[in-house]
């Protein structure tokens, strides 16, 4: 009888499925421990922006607030100067046009024909009335 050297066909293929397990096992871990560090990272980088934002949005808030306050002290400064200066004197009447004049106009229009007798004495009441 010849002895055998080594574990045999069956022992290798168990010894083989062991240490290739055992790598997959360990290539997992390695890729979960990977992914969380990348996730850890991200977060933080997801963090940092959110601040950048968060003080890139209070600026313009800030600038959006200075602007009103502008315009409401301009307003303010506008409404005293309203109130200090003085109120605008009230239009002129406009001449009362001459009635003498007016009835020689409607006496010319009748003379030309443009109104007949009725209209000419409907016109006169009217300016005399």
Known sequence: MVGRRGPGL??????AAVIGGTAAATSHAVDRRMDRKDAQKQQAADAQYAAVQSQADMEA?????AEMQAQQAQMAMMAQQAQMAPAP?????AAAPD???QLQQ????KDAGALTDDEYAAAKAKLLA
């Not at 069956?10 to 010894?15: D, I, L, R």
């Not at 808030?61 to 607030?65: L, S, V």
């Open 10 to 15: 069956v022992g290798t293929m168990a010894t």
């Open 61 to 65: 808030m800030q600038a959006q607030m």
């Open 89 to 93: 004197a009230a239009p002129a009447p």
């Open 99 to 101: 009635l003498m004049s």
């Open 106 to 109: 409607l006496a010319q229009l």
